[in-house]
């Protein structure tokens, strides 16, 4: 059966999260009806990429299997009964053995923190008007690259095979508004990057010392991390395949 991905981006301070659930709207949900009320019949969608309640995304992914054909104005149609914050940007028909979750190399986030009041980025950064020093930003972002394991950074709880993780990139980028935290990894836990931004905030203050934050990383008790990172600052980037993939997908 043909298999198709489909592209999407959406602000998700209106949802309870990405994935699907019961008596909640989802980003998921939304877009599996706006596909029933267009097609008439349920499709159901595998994710690529779960965000909790309140993150945003520039770049996420389903995929799904259909008979039907689907016309090059599929997306235009299916936006047009989907809400405002949430938009398809792409319709990727691929071989059928791909999986848009475990096909994924990688995937980047971005947290963005504002040090000056501002309404238009009230549900999408985290207002933080203190000063934060660039060195020691610098210097902690280092100790997370590479393979470690991230347990004292993940939320309790979760039902996961390992907590070891590949950060392939981590940077704390000055801007105009204030601070980009910019990382890429070949996997995330869930809270894994708001729970480093908090943390590494303490840093950036001087409220914490970089071997101190070393040896959050090493305890693998997330009782030492910091997670008040608030969810709305938080933006999936980028989800990241192999190149023989993206040629379909352009």
Request: one cysteine or more.
């Amino acid at each position: 059966m043909p298999r198709y991905f489909l592209s999407l981006k959406y602000k998700g301070t209106r949802y309870a999260g990405f994935q699907i659930q019961d008596n909640a709207a989802t980003i998921q949900g939304h877009i599996e009806r706006a596909i029933l009320i267009y097609f008439r019949e349920k499709i159901v969608l595998t994710g690529s990429s779960r965000t909790d309640a309140g993150v945003h995304a520039n770049s996420n992914f389903f995929h799904f299997d259909t008979e039907k054909t689907l016309s090059a104005d599929f997306i235009y149609h299916v936006n047009a009964i989907l809400p405002g914050d949430i938009a398809l940007t792409g319709l990727y028909q691929v071989p059928e053995e791909s999986h848009c979750r475990f096909d994924a190399l990688a995937r980047s986030y971005k947290y963005i923190i504002y040090s000056n009041k501002d309404p238009f980025l009230e549900d999408r950064g985290w207002y933080y008007p203190y000063p934060m020093e660039q060195a020691a930003l610098d210097a902690v972002a280092k100790q997370v690259i590479g393979t470690h394991d991230f347990t004292s950074f993940a939320k309790k709880r979760t039902q996961v095979y390992t907590h070891i993780c590949t950060i392939n990139r981590c940077a704390w980028v000055r801007n105009d508004q204030g601070w980009s935290f910019e990382v890429e990894g070949n996997r995330f836990l869930r809270g894994m990057v708001r729970a480093l931004v908090g943390t590494m905030v303490k840093v950036g203050r001087g409220r914490m010392e970089i071997d101190d934050f070393r040896k959050v990383m090493l305890s693998k008790d997330s009782a030492m991390a910091d997670f008040s990172a608030p969810a709305h600052g938080l933006i999936l980037d980028e989800v990241i395949y192999p190149d023989f993939l993206s040629t379909f997908m352009h």
